[in-house]
């Protein structure tokens, strides 16, 4: 009878043994939450690393191994950019390791965009009538001139 207790506790054991898996066993990265603001609020917020938000927000990014930048986009503002530094704080035996971003929160101040100068386009100015302007372009005298003084007699020779 213990034969059979011992073989039915070994056999439920390795049934067991078989459904654990080793990915439990794997450490999974460590993530790092920033925050991001800008004045004025509203600004698209992207980071180098892909993720991004409608500031003020925050976003979730695996632990970077190198710094990396916050870009900042608003309509009629100019654009910014902000990097973010990241710091590693080893652990031991009692504490886990930890990955940090400096600055956390990333601010960024948007300045207003310059208006770009619109140029008039230029207009000639009107030419002033000229008061005794010669005729000679038409073939056909003008009705409302006045006529042409009476022509010299010729001198005799």
Not at 55 to 61: F, L, M
Request: hydrophobic share 40%; charged share 15%.
């Amino acid at each position: 009878m213990r034969r059979v207790l011992a073989s039915a506790i070994a056999a439920v054991s390795l049934a067991g043994c078989s459904s654990v898996s080793w990915d439990m066993f794997k450490s999974t990265p460590p993530t790092v939450q920033v925050q991001l603001e800008s004045s004025p609020p509203g600004a698209d917020a992207v980071t180098s690393l892909g993720p991004g938000c409608k500031t003020p927000c925050s976003v979730t990014i695996p632990a970077p191994d190198a710094p990396f930048t916050v870009s900042y986009a608003l309509n009629k503002h100019q654009p910014a950019s902000v990097p973010v530094n990241v710091i590693k704080n080893p652990g031991d035996f009692s504490t886990p390791a930890t990955v940090t971003t400096d600055p956390n929160p990333v601010f960024a101040q948007l300045a207003p965009a310059i208006p770009k100068q619109v140029r008039k386009p230029h207009r000639p100015k009107p030419k002033k009538p000229a008061a005794a302007a010669p005729a000679a372009a038409s073939p056909f005298p003008d009705p409302n001139a006045a006529p042409p003084p009476p022509a010299a007699p010729a001198p005799k020779l």
